[in-house]
């Protein structure tokens, strides 16, 4: 999958609240910590786990289905197994019919998920994480490929 820097960063100026599909509580993974991230750099996220609905996480309630969550969203991030991508979009589509943008996360791809969103006009991502394009995009990567907050003069 090839995306241009100019599309992924006009997804990631434009949306402003995003619900991350399959969020965990656990800080250790990586759907919790990039859905803390985005939180971090101002975006509203929306958590979505059906085995944690109703709890808080993130100073959000978290919905046990895109079909729960009240408000609309711009962009749907997904952290689950690509066999489940296509219920996930429709689901999406479904709910937010002018939905801005569906993102899989690195290793999550189906093809005729996304060119179902695609034929409605909604921007797909496959295969990509919006926290690691952001730091890439807007000049947070450092050594490594890591955000240490250390600039070596020697680079």
Avoid at 11 to 40: E, M
Avoid at 90 to 100: C, G, N
Avoid at 124 to 150: H, N, S, W
Wanted: contains cysteine; neutral net charge.
């Amino acid at each position: 999958m090839d995306y241009s820097d100019a599309l992924l960063r006009d997804i990631l100026t434009r949306v402003r609240t995003i619900a991350v599909v399959g969020v965990s509580a656990k800080p250790v993974r990586p759907s919790y910590y990039v859905a803390r991230y985005l939180g971090l750099k101002g975006y509203r996220v929306v958590p979505v786990n059906p085995g944690l609905a109703g709890q808080d996480l993130l100073g959000e309630r978290v919905y046990g289905s895109l079909a729960d969550v009240p408000e609309d969203v711009h962009m749907i991030d997904i952290f689950r197994r690509s066999e489940a991508v296509p219920a996930i979009v429709d689901e999406a589509l479904e709910r937010w019919p002018q939905l801005d943008a569906i993102w899989m996360q690195i290793g999550v791809r189906h093809v005729e998920a996304a060119a179902r969103a695609e034929a409605q006009g909604v921007t797909v991502i496959q295969d990509r994480c919006p926290k690691i394009e952001y730091q890439r995009l807007f000049g947070e990567l450092r050594m490594g490929g890591f955000a240490t907050g250390i600039i070596s003069s020697k680079l």
